[in-house]
């Protein structure tokens, strides 16, 4: 926005009405059944083919800048690395519901995950996802190192730092970018 830009904040899951639904699904605890790795898969991706649609996309096409918290990088990771589903699949979905869109940057934020729990646990009580074991983290957040080193257009940013640190280098990085 200090650039000029007019600039729109979106979140994953939800951003629109329909997707902010699936939200509050994907979350809920359905003590009373299992939530499968396919229709948690399926319901992000539904989510956020409704995001980009419907909000992402008309705001590029009219010039504006789309700040998201969460992208596709995020079911790739939490998804395809935590719970392990194939990746031939995760490339169907994002093919179907994608068409090729990705992000122009991001911004990956590394916690370790007794870390990031504990930082969780402190904002509140924990979701249905919040609440896996350590072991699902720890395979997340492998999965979104290795997504993020393939992808010249993510920058990870170490959070174990202080907060002071952090935000200094979030503006480095930002700045960087901006200068492309």
Same mark, same amino acid.
């Given at each position: +926005?200090? !650039? ?11 951003? @629109?009405? /329909?997707? $902010? ?14 939530? @499968?790795?396919?229709? &948690? ?30 992208? %596709? /990088?995020?079911?790739?990771?939490? #998804? ?5 589903? %194939?990746?031939?699949?995760? &490339?169907?979905?994002? !093919?179907? @519901? ?39 983290? $720890?395979?997340?957040? +492998? ?6 080193? #393939? %992808? ?11 907060? %002071? ?7 480095? !990085?930002? #700045?960087?970018?901006?200068? #492309?």
């Amino acid at each position: +926005q200090a !650039a000029g830009h007019k600039v729109i904040n979106t979140r994953e899951p939800g951003g @629109t009405a /329909m997707a $902010e639904a699936i939200r509050d699904v994907v979350k809920h605890d359905w003590s009373e059944e299992k939530v @499968t790795v396919e229709a &948690e898969l399926l319901l992000m991706y539904a989510a956020r083919a409704q995001l980009v649609q419907n909000v992402i996309l008309p705001n590029l096409a009219s010039g504006n800048w789309v700040l998201g918290d969460r992208h %596709d /990088m995020s079911s790739q990771a939490y #998804q395809g690395g935590g719970r392990q589903i %194939d990746h031939a699949m995760i &490339e169907n979905l994002r !093919a179907i @519901t994608l068409k090729n869109f990705k992000p122009d940057f991001t911004l990956y934020l590394d916690v370790v995950p007794a870390e990031g729990l504990k930082r969780a646990k402190g904002r509140g009580e924990l979701d249905r996802i919040e609440q896996e074991d350590l072991s699902f983290f $720890e395979r997340t957040r +492998q999965r979104y190192l290795t997504l993020a080193e #393939q %992808d010249d257009n993510c920058v990870v940013i170490n959070t174990m730092q202080n907060i %002071d640190s952090v935000h200094s280098d979030i503006k480095r !990085a930002i #700045q960087q970018f901006l200068e #492309q």
